[in-house]
């Protein structure tokens, strides 16, 4: 292998890490929706449409590092 390869490896890798980040910010914003669902039920509706949001702007934040994954592997 040359070095080039290997250099898109290594940063392919080391772009992965972002995925851990949005896997440890799911799970607080719907750890956070459900300890405030437990304490304040009448406020269900309100703070899942706000969960969701999080949820998709985070999941968006995913996509952005996948994409420059891939970006990284099959360019060049």
């Known amino acids: 292998m040359n070095f080039v390869v290997e250099a898109k490896l290594i940063g392919a890798g080391l772009g992965t ?3 851990a980040g949005v896997g440890v910010g ?3 914003i719907f750890s956070s929706f ?3 669902v437990a304490k304040n039920p009448s406020i269900a509706k309100t703070a899942f449409s706000y969960a969701i949001l999080g949820f998709a ?3 968006a934040v995913a996509l952005f590092a996948l994409m420059i994954v891939f970006l990284i592997l099959f360019t060049f």
């Open 17 to 19: 890490i972002a995925l």
């Open 57 to 59: 702007l985070t999941e």
């Open 26 to 28: 799911i799970g607080l």
């Open 34 to 36: 459900l300890a405030s």
